[in-house]
């Protein structure tokens, strides 16, 4: 059964960093990770994915520059905030699809249970 564990949110001040990680088990093959957030009356909105099988990477625009996604020696999916802004507050969630078309923000299908970071 796939599982996805999200860690690592919390408040900071505009311009500060907060470091995300997903632990992510279960799974047999080459996926796409994604991070998504949603904050109030907000759609939910796709931030960065990564395909584990490849290490492609893919960001929206309001998050190229700040944000890195990548994966740790543990294989723990990490999104690396910085430079944040209050606009960034939110509920972050860590997804997971099989398959490597990592951009097709619609078709994930696993998610985690989500954490709240809050930029003031």
């Known amino acids: 059964q796939v599982q996805l564990v999200e860690s690592g949110g919390g408040s900071v001040q505009a311009g500060g960093s907060l470091r995300l990680s997903c632990a992510a088990s279960g799974y047999t093959y080459s996926r796409c990770m994604g991070w998504f957030r949603q904050s109030p009356g907000k759609k939910r909105e796709g931030v960065a994915t990564?395909?584990?099988?490849?290490?492609?990477t893919y960001y929206a625009d309001s998050v190229k520059g700040r944000f890195i996604i990548f994966q740790d020696n543990a294989k723990n999916t990490v999104l690396q905030m910085n430079s944040l802004k209050p606009e960034d507050t939110a509920m972050y969630y860590c997804a997971a699809r099989y398959g490597s078309s990592c951009q097709r923000w619609d078709e994930y299908n696993y998610w985690g249970q989500g954490t709240q970071v809050t930029v003031s």
């Open positions: 990564i395909y584990t099988g490849g290490g492609g």
